[in-house]
């Protein structure tokens, strides 16, 4: 796997939600990235996230799906190995609500998704590993606040790659409600 | 993988330089860690790390081996997928200059590298990928920098699992010099 392109940070439609390109350097040992740079992506225009905290999540086999969860803090995610189909709604109130995102992420991607905005994904190989900086500290008091959305909400739409019914998910995660009955995330930390 | 050891800081002979046990979680899933966690692990006497980068390599096959390089600023280093062999040496100046300490590591272990001890490692395992926090941005002037020593210096005697003879490494790494010939790293940045 080599990937060669240049640092760059895009907008999508969910506003402040942005998809940037990682150069990645091969050789002879396997690859090299600057997963996360402070400096070069606030210049490029990416918030200047102080993460606390470094999740990584590890999905044993392709079709794994994990989500949808609004919570009360910025997230950095990429991938480290593997690749995902990724899903994103914005779910503050506003104009924007229920809006959603998707594209495929492997190593030479990265993701930042602003508090308030809903993140899902889908791994698209065995063994994709997933990770993320966050800057707040998780807790399970803090889990009673974050927003959930149904992955199969037909008002979602979304084309997961593997279907639902076919696909690895926690119990919780299938039970969250549908769109039309989420309250919009409060837009200020409390 | 399942592991389910209680987040712990161990220290090693080398000052400054500690080895954690990670919580692991498992699930139908795959597994999830807190691979950092700036309160948690304060809070059991671990550094106070801003990080301002993260970096991630992939090492392709079994025997790739890196270093061992000594830089100007502290690292937080883990293991996202795979297990390595590391090796660490003492590159200051004073009475611990040169000592040892080696370990594997996996997913459910991370260890804190301080600035000026050096750092290598080789991967034990196909497609290990190596992440990495750390609290000052590189360059290529920073790298010029650098204290290296060889990784098949003698005096350091260190027991590669592979024999470096038959690993992956980059030219580079095998033209260090020999701990005989390193000038102890500066103790303050410059
Ligand atoms: C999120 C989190 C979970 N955990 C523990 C709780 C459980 O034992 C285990 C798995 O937690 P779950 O909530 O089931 O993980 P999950 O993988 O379903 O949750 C994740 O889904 C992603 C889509 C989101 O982007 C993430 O931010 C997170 O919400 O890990 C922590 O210890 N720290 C954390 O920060
Ligand atoms: C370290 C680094 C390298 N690079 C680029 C330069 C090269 O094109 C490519 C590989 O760089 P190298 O110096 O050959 O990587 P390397 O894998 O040999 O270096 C690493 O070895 C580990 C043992 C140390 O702990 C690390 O801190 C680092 O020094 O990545 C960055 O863009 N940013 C960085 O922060």
Redesign the interface.
């Known amino acids: 796997?080599e990937f060669e392109s240049e640092l760059a940070v895009h907008r999508t439609d969910i506003p402040g939600l942005v998809v940037l390109d990682l150069p990645v350097h091969g050789?002879?040992?396997?690859?090299?990235?600057?997963?996360?740079?402070?400096?070069?992506m606030v210049a490029l225009g990416l918030p200047d996230i102080?993460?606390?905290?470094?999740?990584?999540?590890?999905?044993?086999s392709r079709g794994?799906t994990?989500g949808i969860h609004a919570e009360p803090w910025d997230k950095y995610i990429s991938i480290?190995?593997g690749e995902i189909f990724g899903a994103w709604v914005d779910l503050r109130p506003g104009a924007t609500f229920g809006r959603v995102f998707t594209c495929t992420l492997d190593?030479s991607k990265a993701i930042f998704v602003p508090r308030g905005v809903g993140n899902a994904f889908q791994t698209l190989a065995d063994?994709t590993?997933y990770?993320y900086?966050v800057d707040a500290?998780?807790s399970l008091a803090q889990k009673r606040t974050y927003t959930f959305v149904n992955l199969a909400d037909p008002d979602l739409a979304i084309d997961w790659p593997i279907p639902l019914t076919a696909a690895?998910?926690?119990d919780a995660d299938r039970a969250h409600p549908p769109l039309r009955e989420v309250v919009p995330m409060a837009p200020k930390r409390t």
Chains 1, 2 share one sequence.
């Open positions: 796997m050789d002879n040992r396997g690859w090299f990235k600057e997963n996360w740079q402070r400096a070069k102080r993460p606390v905290q470094n999740n990584i999540s590890y999905n044993t794994v994990r480290a190995i190593p063994g590993t990770t900086l500290h998780w690895e998910l926690s």
